[in-house]
């Protein structure tokens, strides 16, 4: 089924920890991690409107000189998120440079920055580069359900996990999709555009019939348009279909207690990135790092009930031995192997 993400690791399975979620039809995309971000062209680096950091060791974290660079003076507005302490983290980034010249680029850029705190409170500030980016502090907000970003088609939530300090783990949630049959769009002389999210959304939030929707299409004769309401263009809707959730999850050690918190924020997800770190073999120094095991990632992955599962972040002692880290997580889950996406 077509979804509303596309989403890809930045690196491969040793590199730093960064997923780019592209949205389809839509320049735009999110981040979830910051680490080692040079792999992606400044064009995907300009579309993120969000990035999500798990946590701010370095190899999640250290990717933000190089994005702050690419979007300075060419992007307005991106939101950060992150754990505790993040905002001043955020702020120390920013301070280390000289912004003498910052306030007279065309494109002024504004970093909103939310601090997700263990005690269920989401701390904001905003770091504007036309005053050289002085701290200003914003309204806090309870987080409700997990969700830490909501949008009409998708949220995002979080829960913390244990990495001997806490560390967020995400879910990726798309709404619920209405998907439209093609063969009846073309017989009713229609093509695609940008009405179609119009009538989505009104079908999704149960609009009255009578809602105008503005149809404008491209086809050999040129550009048309016509008004037609929700009502008379229900019949191309196919289904309502639910949406696609995708799990990211990384750093953490294997306790019971984290993968209860996995559980309740990640049950039944379509698609779950966890870090694999080490082999089982490897299990006491796994837990002397506060990382998992391949074999730990897979047993969570089953308890989850995942049905597509990516191992990811491994040590780079196993260089050339990925293959053995995916096939014990594998074995672990117990499901279909992964998608050979990287
Ligand atoms: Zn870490
Ligand atoms: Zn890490």
Redesign the pocket.
Known sequence: MRTLFDHQPVNDSFGDSALYVDFRDERRGLLIDLGDIRALPPRKLLRLSHIFVT?T?MD?FSGFDHWLAVVLARKARVTLHGGPNFIAQVEHKLRAYTWNVVQRYAVALGIEVLEIDTDGLIRRARFMSSTAFRREELEPVAMVQDVIHDEPTFRVRARFVD?EMP?LAFSLEEKAAVRVAPDRLAAMGFTTGAWLRELKHAVLTNAPGDTPIHVEWNDQHGAHAETRSVDELRPLVLDVAPGERVGYVT?LRFTEANVQALVELLAGVDTLYIESVFLEADAAHAKRKNHLTARQAGEIARRVGARSLVPMHHSPRYEGRGDELVAEAVAAWGGRPPDQKV
């Open positions: 946590h060791h999640h990495h560390c750093d």
